[in-house]
């Protein structure tokens, strides 16, 4: 496609509930990304996918955060147990090599859940 | 590990001020350096970039210098418009990250009036 897009735009889930969100990246880039953005805060990195393989999960919150990109393309972001503190837009990024840290991120207008 | 520390704001201008907004880094050895935008209901795009010291990226009238003495990568525009009102955000690739993972300031806001 044009652009990494995701899906739902805008999720609200009941403190407690699972949710999944999806991304498609860029066709054929190699790298995806998951960012948090807080509200009035810059991203905060979560994982990192090379292809299908998830090479960086360092910065998920708790292992109520789970990630996977079965096919090397599209990836789901999973959050079990929704608390409010998950309340923020989430954040998919793509780019075409598999190493190169001069090489720019795509990302996507990301998805906006709010946990009440 | 690494950091970006930016100018908080928000920055509230007239329209053909100048305008510059602060960056400093933290990082292992030499890293690429970043500015992205996000305007208003858009993702985060890439505005310019500068992968070594001394290099100045530059697009729709911004610049910023890599300044590896100082550790800094101010972001600078001579004349702004209105259509420059976003949020801006610094952000840096470290040699020691995976692929090429971003790590960003917290944003500076920025307001042109008319």
């Known amino acids: 496609g044009a652009g990494v897009s995701q899906s739902p735009r805008y999720k609200v889930a009941k403190r407690g509930q699972d949710v999944a969100l999806r991304c498609d990246p860029i066709s054929g880039h190699v790298s995806l990304f998951w960012y948090q953005q807080a509200l009035g805060q810059g991203p905060e990195f979560l994982t990192y996918f090379q292809n299908e393989a998830q090479l960086d999960k360092s910065g998920l919150p708790s292992d109520r955060f789970f990630a996977e990109r079965p096919e090397g393309s599209v990836s789901t972001l999973k959050i079990q147990r929704t608390q409010q503190e998950d309340s923020a837009v989430y954040l998919c990024?793509?780019?075409?090599?598999?190493?190169?840290?001069?090489?720019?991120?795509?990302f996507g207008n990301g998805t906006r859940l709010t946990v009440t | 590990g690494d950091s970006v520390t930016q100018m908080e704001g928000p920055v509230t201008l007239s329209e053909e001020a100048f305008l510059t907004i602060n960056c400093t880094y933290t990082?292992?050895?030499?890293?690429?350096l970043f500015w992205y935008v996000q305007y208003p209901g858009e993702g985060l795009q890439l505005l310019l970039k500068a992968t070594k010291a001394d290099d100045k990226g530059s697009n729709k009238g911004f610049e910023a210098t890599y300044r590896k003495e100082t550790t800094s990568f101010h972001l600078e525009k001579g004349s702004v418009q209105v259509s420059d009102s976003a949020v801006y955000f610094c952000a840096l690739s470290g040699i020691k990250a995976a692929g090429n993972k971003l790590t960003f300031g917290g944003g500076t806001r920025v307001l042109v009036k008319p």
């Open positions: 990024a793509s780019s075409l090599p598999r190493t190169g840290y001069n090489s720019p991120l795509h």
């Open positions: 990082a292992t050895g030499y890293p690429s």
